[in-house]
């Protein structure tokens, strides 16, 4: 057991010098030393708590999640009733007083509009989503649950917060906090993002991209004072458009949503070099949109942007290929983040900011210093009492400890994890669980002495009880870091990481280690005894 073949000595000491000097960069950046700009530089990123960084609070309405559900479940009736063999023919779809109510036509549909019906009141699961009840014989009346509310409020913020995510992680952010509180807000915390205004820029945005047609039959007097022609409905045009103040009129139905996206990058136009967003639709998307513009060519059609007109140019000659340019005075740091608000998709609900607060990174310097400060006074400890007690064995369990902490920031730094607050705790958490080892592996060192066994046999059985214990002890705490990983967030994963990458080094470095020195001792000195 205390056997080491040549290879594996290089590789052991390759392992951990390797690793230790990946902690160096972070090291010196904490003391902010300079680092050698030609050498790699692996670094540890820092926390909210410790960089300080943004923090703000979205909060979704309610009322506008039913209002959505009413706007689809109108969509899918009028779909429905149209594809029905034969047709079934409905009058004016009102949704006042947060229902949907139509009238068929004729009486002898009414049985089979229910049954069509059924599929989409019923919804998915076991819950149901509207309730339906007919009156004066041929007039249909869609009520929306409160279970059914519910689960489309819990559907929009689950998709939200998945939207959020993927428009910081293109901010190449590392480790970002973005969890739900409460049924209609989401937490946003991005560590080292010091400018709260393109975060906000980023998430407030809806990007609900639309093209529709420009009703031009519309009056301008009439579409001025908000009143839109049958089948048409008004949008202002956006703030920085050349007609801001003034607002269009555009057919309701029809057109294309932006849903059908899948790529959005920022670019020029060739002709004015203005900044531009390029798009590109799927297959699906982009049939839709060659026919929208080979029907309508000489026509004019609205890009619309969150409820707002960027443009409303004339299609010239069809667009084929599934690829358009959204113009729209932009400036190039606008464009850029439209097109990744596109490109990681639209809100399924309006977002409002809050709260927002900018944290300094004064408090985490403070935190930093007195974090290094409590881990050396406690390592000088430790190690005064380690020698103490175990003679050789202790400077042997002191350097493992010291080869621990630097191999623990060193893989954090290759994988380019987060330290936060709790994580150095973690830190803490694992030169304690290193020290228990050694102590662990050390008594069970003198006891088979104790016992009288020789030398040999008392450090071989010694590492090999000792090792046993160690293995299920950390195998449980593995189980809670993994566990507090997967349904963890924030600072909380970060104390995971810290914690499950500090098991592997701490057993790395007590087990592993000390028993390749202390085996090459005992091989040198052939000792009659030894002090432990």
């Known amino acids: 057991m205390l056997e080491f073949p040549t290879w594996k000595k290089i590789w052991l000491w390759g392992l951990t010098l390797l690793l230790a000097a990946c902690a160096l960069p972070s090291l010196m950046s904490m003391t902010s030393a300079n680092w050698p700009s030609a050498l790699p530089e692996p670094t540890v990123n820092l926390g909210l708590d410790l960089a300080g960084g943004s923090h703000i609070l979205l909060e979704a309405e309610r009322s506008e999640v039913a209002a959505q559900r009413l706007e689809n479940i109108e969509d899918s009736v009028r779909t ?14 009102s949704t006042q007083g947060g229902n949907l109510s139509f009238m068929v036509e004729r009486a002898a549909d009414v049985d089979r509009a229910r049954e069509l019906l059924l599929p989409i009141i019923n919804g998915q699961g076991l819950t149901r989503e509207w309730n339906l009840t007919v009156r004066d014989e041929t007039r249909f009346v869609l009520t929306p649950t409160p279970e059914g509310t519910d689960n489309a409020v819990t559907q929009a913020m689950d998709s939200a917060t998945e939207v959020v995510r993927k428009r910081i992680d293109e901010l190449g952010t590392r480790e970002p906090t973005i969890i739900r509180q409460g049924d209609t807000r989401i937490v946003v915390q991005v560590p080292g993002l010091q400018d709260p205004e393109q975060l906000k820029e980023l998430l407030g945005q809806t990007a609900k991209l639309e093209f529709k047609l420009v009703d031009q039959t519309a009056l ?3 579409v001025q004072q908000g009143i839109a022609p049958p089948g048409s409905q008004i949008f202002p045009y956006s703030d920085d458009s050349d007609f801001a103040g003034s607002s269009i009129a555009v057919r309701r139905l029809g057109g294309i949503q932006g849903d059908s996206l899948v790529n959005a990058t920022q670019g020029f136009d060739p002709d004015t070099n203005e900044a531009v967003v390029n798009i ?13 513009t080979t029907q309508n060519v000489g026509k004019p059609f609205a890009i619309i ?22 113009s729209g005075s932009f400036s190039v740091e606008s464009a850029a983040a439209l097109a990744i608000s596109l490109r990681s998709g639209a809100l399924p609900v309006d977002l409002a900011i809050i709260e927002e607060r900018t944290v300094g990174p004064d408090l985490g310097e403070r935190s930093i210093r007195q974090g290094l ?17 175990y003679g050789r064995f202790g400077v ?3 350097a493992a400890l010291v080869l621990n902490v630097l191999m623990l920031l060193g893989i954090m730094a290759v994988l380019n994890t987060t330290l936060t607050l709790p994580g150095i705790a973690g830190f803490v958490l694992t030169i304690g669980a290193a020290v228990d080892a050694n102590v662990l592996i050390n008594e069970r060192i003198r006891e088979e002495r104790k016992r009288g066994r020789r030398v040999i046999a008392a450090v071989e059985n010694g590492y090999k009880e000792a090792t046993r214990a160690i293995y299920d002890a950390n195998i449980t705490n593995f189980i809670a870091g993994v566990l507090l990983f997967l349904f963890g967030s924030g600072p909380i994963r970060g104390f995971a990481v810290v914690l499950v990458i500090g098991l592997f080094t701490s057993v790395f470095t007590a087990v592993v280690l000390t028993r390749l020195w202390v085996s090459g001792w005992l091989r040198k000195t052939r000792p009659a005894d030894i002090a432990i």
């Open 396 to 398: 042997y369990a002191t």
């Open 80 to 93: 429905i009733m149209r594809s029905a063999e034969p047709r079934i023919r409905i009058g004016d779809i």
């Open 220 to 222: 301008p007097s009439d």
């Open 280 to 292: 590109q639709f799927d297959q699906q998307g982009a049939t839709k949109f060659s026919r929208l």
């Open 373 to 389: 400060l409590a881990m050396m006074i406690g390592s000088v400890a430790v190690v005064v009492l380690m020698i103490a007690t």
């Open 305 to 326: 942007l969150d409820g707002a007109v960027l443009s409303a140019p004339n299609i010239n000659e069809p667009i084929r290929g599934g690829g358009a340019q959204i």
